[in-house]
């Protein structure tokens, strides 16, 4: 039995039966890490000593419901006694003094934390290029990038170095990594969980959620990180909650299918992969038609106003004074500000902080930021005419598979259009899965984005298994394929 081919809910079966223990389970991907981390590069910090700790405690394969699952955690989470860099030499040796809500409940709920996954600094990017601490390699190719921001998590959960791992999502960092990386990622509604302890981005976009195997995982480890917190005022109490879905077929459900996400600049293998997904859902039962939203070519431009100006402001906040990096032997505090900001931020936080400065600048604000505002509006309200037509809508989630490390380095707007059809769901904030769907001719994997309406989350994991079960996707990376 290779364990680290295990997913989550097989793993809490097995510990149950006491066929395996908490110990063995972590044990087998801390030897993954041994085996493939020197390559994949997919975490900042290996938390060895506690991990195995935390496997050791009583109860730690039979006691909590997410007992003695070993979980990578992206390091823009703020957690107790490991270090928290968010991929910024700013942060370099931060130690938070207390733990983000949302892992502190995976916490509460058993978890073994393997260490922190490696990201795009602050959580700008869409490669994990951009970490002050070297880039994370795909697992499928390692000459390709994993996808970004929350590269390193999908890297390790599909190069079975986690079983799960927790990421975040602002404008489709959690969906796009996944779908290049050839797992499941989920974004919930905004404010379904909480933001307290994550290190700030975009406030208005931010969201946490599972990177997992497979959707039933991302189902699970989604019961255990929602709810209201009185530490975040933009949370919510979810209204349905969620479960583990059934395996059942797609009879009924009506799919709309973004036409204009499929066809302009993606990827002939993309289309194709995604094509052939379509036809298989629509086999099992699905009343495939097709979708517009109105405000679509506005979505990438308006959310590269809306969220660098949300950055710049808060971001502010590494001054070199309070903590994280301070840069030495400045002449006053004026060039203590500019060498600290210059020394401590990379290349793409810099470029996101001076648009979003200008976006807010006096004499540009009502012209830029003011104007994407409204954009941002304009397209939530096409997502609710188009929920009026069609339970869920369908897209590929990326244009194109993995590029190769270093491509799109000096070209920042090819790299920006690596978002182009996640972005329009984290304008709208409305929750999205991304699937595996199949591979392009160099084998590289392929993700099927499927959106709901606002909290509709356990339904759209619901629409998620049913096609999952459909296209039947059954293939792993060349690192867990090859160490089994």
């Excluded at 060895?48 to 006691?63: N, S």
């Excluded at 170095?161 to 996944?178: H, M, V």
Aim: aromatic share 8%.
């Amino acid at each position: 039995m290779s364990l680290i081919k295990l997913t989550a809910i097989e793993a809490l079966e097995l510990m149950k039966r006491g066929e395996i223990s908490a110990d063995e389970l972590t044990r087998a991907y801390l030897e993954q890490m041994d085996r493939r981390e020197g390559d994949l590069h997919a975490y900042l910090e290996i938390s060895r000593e506690r991990a195995l700790d935390d496997a050791a405690r009583p109860g730690a394969d039979g006691g909590p419901p997410l007992a003695g699952l070993p979980t990578g955690i992206k390091d823009v989470f703020c957690t107790r006694g490991i270090v928290t860099t968010c991929a910024s030499k700013m942060l370099e040796h931060y130690d938070p003094v207390y733990t983000a809500t949302c892992v502190q409940q995976l916490i509460d709920a058993g978890i073994v934390i393997l260490g922190k996954t490696n990201m795009d600094e602050f959580a700008m990017g869409s490669s994990t290029e951009n970490s002050a601490f070297g880039p994370t390699r795909n697992p499928w190719d390692l000459q390709r990038v994993p996808g970004g921001s929350s590269g390193g998590s999908a890297a390790a959960v599909a190069g079975g170095e986690a079983i799960w791992a927790l990421g975040s999502d602002t404008g489709g960092s959690i969906r796009q990594p996944a779908a290049l990386c050839g797992v499941v990622g989920f974004k919930p509604t905004y404010g379904s969980v909480s933001r307290y302890g994550m290190i700030a981005f975009a406030s208005s976009f931010d969201q946490a959620g599972p990177i997992t195997r497979t959707v039933n995982d991302a189902a699970l480890m989604m019961q255990y990180l929602t709810g209201k917190d009185p530490l975040d005022s933009t949370s919510v109490e979810h209204p349905h909650g969620f479960s583990i879905p059934v395996d059942q077929d797609l009879a009924g459900a009506k799919i709309g299918v973004i036409t204009k996400l499929v066809r302009e600049g993606t990827d002939p293998d993309v289309e194709s992969a995604f094509e052939t997904a379509v036809e298989a859902m629509s086999a099992a039962g699905a009343q495939i038609g097709e979708a517009t939203l109105q405000h679509l070519d506005y979505a990438l431009p308006a959310y590269y106003i809306l969220a660098p100006a949300e950055a710049s402001s808060n971001l502010a906040r590494f001054d070199g004074v309070r903590y994280g990096f301070r840069a030495a032997g400045a002449e006053g505090i004026t060039q203590m500000y500019e060498e600290t900001r210059s020394q401590g931020f990379g290349d793409e936080v810099k470029r996101r902080i001076m648009l979003g400065t200008f976006a807010l600048s006096s004499g540009y604000y009502e012209a830029y930021y003011g104007q994407a505002q409204k954009v941002r509006s304009l397209i939530f309200q096409d997502f609710e005419r188009a929920f009026a037509e069609f339970d869920f809508l369908i897209s590929p989630t990326t244009p194109t598979p993995a590029f190769e490390l270093g491509e799109k380095a000096d070209d920042p707007l090819s790299m920006y259009l690596s978002d182009i059809c996640t972005i329009p769901v984290s304008l709208a904030g409305v929750p999205a899965i991304s699937i595996p769907c199949g591979v392009t001719l160099q084998g590289l994997p392929v993700g099927l984005q499927i959106i709901g309406p606002a909290f509709s989350g356990k339904r759209v994991l619901q629409a998620a298994r049913s096609a999952e079960i459909a296209i039947g996707f059954d293939k792993v990376s060349p690192l867990i394929e090859e160490d089994v």
